[in-house]
């Protein structure tokens, strides 16, 4: 079985803590750019491996 997370996950916080929303990739990459989440951010798993490894845990991350 494939973890529907993906390869990494990022999870995001806000001032109240776990904010629920993650980072992460997707085993599935024909569902990107779909709405097939509760306001998740999928990447292809090579491409979210290569962003966990760029980024220092406690980066700020703004959604637009």
């Known amino acids: 079985m494939q973890n529907a ?4 996950a ?4 806000n001032k109240r803590g776990d904010s ?3 980072i992460h990739g997707t085993p599935e990459w024909f569902s990107i750019g779909k709405a097939m989440s ?3 951010i999928r990447m292809m798993n ?3 491996v290569d962003l966990y490894e760029r980024v ?3 980066t700020v ?3 637009l």
């Open 5 to 8: 997370l993906g390869a990494r």
């Open 10 to 13: 990022m999870y995001l916080f």
């Open 20 to 22: 629920g929303y993650r």
């Open 38 to 40: 509760s306001g998740c």
């Open 46 to 48: 090579e491409h979210v």
């Open 56 to 58: 220092p845990l406690g």
């Open 61 to 63: 991350v703004t959604v």
